[in-house]
């Protein structure tokens, strides 16, 4: 028996009404009866189609500000009735209930009202409930009936068409890209409840996405992966326009995210550049000029820049685009880019360049995830910040205002590197970074060694981390790794204090003639 269904009938109800006049002179040149309600009724008849309104099959008028139209026996026993079912073609029959062999349905516009800023009611009345109850019913019946809820699809479903029908494997698909929209569409609304009624643990937590994108492969060859969209308004990687360059990889991705929230954390007044490695910071500077900042960035850590990615906080312009473009480098994210710009990197084929539009808010509120073994870790973003006012100094040694602004400087960084981080910055560029040790005395070594592989490197006669500012993601819990920042000719320190052993870190901090101010606050990353 074949599994070709012809459709001679279709029920079209959207909101996002894209494509939907093509589509509805398509399915009339082919016979097929349309069947629609309010607005999507009178979008197709303007064009001169024929529609019968869902309120004539189901003799029941429209009601309640549309909340109750096609929530009707005559509709959904149209989507549910099995065609090969006596019973069910008896029944329908009894109750004069049309069969519906395609749904063309999108819903109420709710992400884009909790987007735009509406308010509570507002979003409230931008829940849909008939659509998903469609839905899900055609979605079930897919042995017979046809469910469509993206635009994206017409031009497959009109192809189905020409053979004379849709066929199972189509109807499958589609059934199942439709459950897959009602799960997020549900998501969207419990999230958005959630917040909305300040409910921070809510019992049961979903999550969706939209597919931006199937990756080549994961973090290694052999693993599967893609790129999903969450929905949000936040810039960056998700939303940012490619301008050249192959596919992003599931690492540049990772990296670039990494990379462009790391560079947010300056706004976008002072122009600054983040370059990063395996999704840490190896170089973050500011400057009077993105050039400039680029340049600081690099002179950090020139080996790991190698086929890393760059950020940068303002608009990517000529002259910076060419000293880039001196190394390979994987991507380069930027809010905006000129002309001048994108024609230098045009000459760079493997380069990514990818514009935004604008910088995250690190301030803002907002989740992250994290999977483990048989669940999933919730928590709000890091979008923890201190400044002058809230550093308590705790030395006999009080920084300078220089070194204030260094030590901040260094702490905004160190949010961005994995634990245990360990920054040294000095004239608002970093100078050497440790990163992800288990030992945070071997984070300051590291952080220091690499700071003299460069000054041996570029020829520099003192190490550039006499007279840094030091910055520790966590407090030190031994006077140790302080000691070795001293050993490397740090002149302050800031770390969030709080430790068992701070008398012993604060004498160790005085003896070696450091100033050191806690923050109060820390900022694992792992």
Request: glycine share 10%; with cysteine; proline share 4%.
């Amino acid at each position: 028996m074949s599994d070709i269904r012809p459709v001679t009938r279709a029920l079209l109800s959207v909101s996002d009404k894209t494509g939907l006049l093509d589509l509805g002179r398509a399915l009339a040149a082919k016979g097929v009866e349309l069947l629609s309600t309010g607005g999507t009724a009178a979008a197709l008849r303007e064009t001169g189609l024929d529609v019968r309104d869902v309120a004539e099959v189901t003799a029941f008028p429209e009601m309640m500000d549309g909340r109750v139209k096609t929530l009707h026996p005559r509709v959904h026993g149209g989507l549910l009735a099995m065609r090969s079912d006596e019973g069910h073609m008896a029944a329908a029959a009894e109750h004069g209930i049309p069969m519906i062999d395609l749904l063309v349905v999108n819903l109420y516009p709710f992400e884009e009202t909790v987007a735009r800023g509406a308010g509570y009611d507002e979003v409230i009345e931008n829940i849909d409930i008939g659509g998903p109850a469609m839905i899900r019913a055609a979605a079930k019946n897919h042995a017979d009936v046809a469910v469509v809820t993206d635009a994206a699809d017409y031009d497959a479903l009109l192809a189905e068409l020409e053979q004379g029908g849709t066929s199972l494997p189509f109807r499958k698909r589609l059934a199942q890209t439709a459950y897959a929209r009602t799960a997020q569409y549900d998501a969207a609304v419990s999230t958005w409840m959630a917040g909305a009624i300040g409910e921070e643990t809510p019992r049961r937590r979903a999550l969706a996405g939209t597919l931006a994108q199937p990756l080549r492969y994961g973090e290694n060859p052999h693993q599967e992966a893609a790129f999903y969209r969450d929905g949000s308004a936040r810039p960056g990687v998700a939303s940012a326009r490619q301008w050249q360059g192959k596919e992003l990889s599931y690492n540049n991705i990772n990296d670039t995210d990494a990379a462009f929230e790391a560079v947010a954390e300056f706004g976008g007044n002072a122009p600054a550049c983040v370059i990063v490695k395996h999704a840490n910071p190896c170089g973050v500077a500011r400057g009077a000029t993105l050039a400039e900042a680029y340049a600081r960035a690099f002179d950090c850590d020139r080996t790991s820049a190698f086929g890393g990615i760059v950020a940068l906080n303002g608009e990517l312009d000529e002259a910076t685009a060419t000293a880039i473009t001196q190394i390979f480098t994987e991507v380069v994210i930027a809010p905006s880019a000129t002309e001048g710009a994108r024609e230098v990197f045009a000459q760079k084929k493997k380069l990514r360049l990818l514009t935004t539009g604008g910088l995250p808010d690190p301030t803002a509120p907002g989740l992250t995830y994290r999977q483990v073994a048989g669940g999933f870790l919730v928590q709000g973003r890091d979008n923890g910040a201190v400044g002058f006012e809230d550093l308590k100094v705790v030395t006999k040694v009080s920084p300078s205002e220089e070194q204030m602004m260094d030590m901040l400087f260094a702490w905004r960084v160190a949010k961005h590197v994995k634990s245990n981080a360990i920054v040294y910055a000095k004239g608002q560029a970093t100078v050497g970074i440790g990163a992800g040790q288990m030992s945070r005395v071997d984070s300051s070594r590291i952080a220091a060694r690499k700071a003299a592989d460069m000054a041996e490197a570029l020829g520099l006669t003192a190490l550039p981390t006499h007279g840094a500012a030091v910055a520790s993601d966590a407090f030190f819990p031994f006077p140790d790794g302080l000691l070795a920042a001293a050993e490397a000719g740090a002149s302050c320190v800031i770390q969030p204090g709080g430790a068992m052993r701070d008398d012993e870190v604060i004498a160790a901090a005085d003896e070696a003639g450091l100033a050191m101010v806690f923050t109060g606050m820390r900022h694992f990353r792992h």
